[in-house]
């Protein structure tokens, strides 16, 4: 669907974010997993850089966006923000591999994020590859999401408590998007509203999605949203 106004603004704020900066808070602590390269704080501002401006296509219809991804021509991306955990940050407590540390889904976001994997297959959308946080709430809206083994991602950890780690994070996500460009098909990466915001120039709510690909000029491309389920 086409960006509100208020949309369009944080868009272009990204946009600028790696030239001139953006104000706002800084963005969760990251734990990489060094055995791949496969890992959602919530509201958080916009970190305070990142690796390189973004393209912007002309914002899609949501029906166009599905569309496009039913036919998946080429490489689309769709970065899902974790479905609905109440709260903000992790508590002080927080560790990596134990759950009960961490902010979870509530029964809405579990219902969340089935809906959300439930319009993906109703649709077709040829998914070949999922991949999500190391945080316990983007694991489990993954694998709620049953689009395929659910893949560990590192650089998609939240960075909200140390945003030091932001701009490596997002150059290495940037990375890896580009070096994909030419296998047609989809992703889907579940992370949290940093890492979004970061790689996007706009944050988004709970389950809801940012679309990009590889443009002509092989610069990263935001397609458009689609709104949470």
Sequence with gaps: ??????????LVCGVLLSLVGCAGPPPQSSSSNPASQSPSATTAQPPSAAPEAIATAESATESDLWSRLQQADTHYYVLMRHAIAPGTGDPPNFRLGDCSTQRNLSEAGK???????????????????????EWCRC???????????????????????????????????????????????????????????????????????????????????????????
């Design 1 to 10: 669907m086409a960006f509100s106004k208020g949309k369009q603004a944080g």
């Design 111 to 133: 219902a969340q994020a089935r809906r959300t994997g439930q319009a993906f297959r109703d649709k077709r959308v040829p998914v070949r590859q999922v991949l999500s946080s």
């Design 139 to 229: 694991l489990e809206t993954a694998e709620l999401l049953n689009l395929g083994t659910v893949e560990r991602f590192s650089p998609l950890n939240s960075f909200f408590s140390d945003a030091a780690k932001g701009p490596q994070q997002t150059e290495q996500l940037r990375k890896f998007m580009l070096d994909q460009r030419e296998a047609q098909g989809i992703t889907v990466m579940v992370t949290h509203f940093v890492n979004i915001s970061a790689i996007a120039g706009s944050g988004v709510g709970s389950g809801e999605m940012v679309v990009m690909q590889i443009n002509d000029q092989n610069q990263l491309e935001v397609v458009g949203r689609l709104e949470e389920l």
